[in-house]
């Protein structure tokens, strides 16, 4: 069973509100932020939601990633980087610890994005995407 580490109403992927798991100055490893930028597919949901905190900014998704134990929104690392998202000690343990160093290591060579699975979408015959090639994802300096 996938736990959900965002569960969060406001992002789309749970009840409770990202706004209470903000803190200032909250920080991981980077290692964990590189665990986090992974794009190994999991959800993709068309859609367009709110930014929970820049709301004249629409985010196109849901869009989850996973590392087959945990899940993640996409944006979950700019979340913790640019406004303190805390994230649940269990999986930033699980990170630091080496238990997802193999899952890392595929992801370097394989590397599954939506930006890629999007273009393959829009080559194959018989098939209409009207997604945008990079999927929707917003740098983190506009984020």
Known sequence: MKICI???KEIKGGEKSIYDFIKNDYS???????Y???????VMSPGIYKHPFKPEVDLLGPYMY????YYWDRDTWKYVVKYGLTLPDEFVEYVTSGKGDSFLASFAKENPSWGK???KMK???NMMCFLPEDAGDIPIEKF
């Open 123 to 125: 080559q194959g015959k």
């Open 28 to 34: 991981v490893p980077n290692k964990v932020i590189e």
């Open 117 to 119: 699975q999007i273009q």
């Open 36 to 42: 986090l930028r992974t794009t190994k597919p999991f």
């Open 6 to 8: 965002t569960p969060y």
């Open 66 to 69: 996973t590392d087959v134990h």
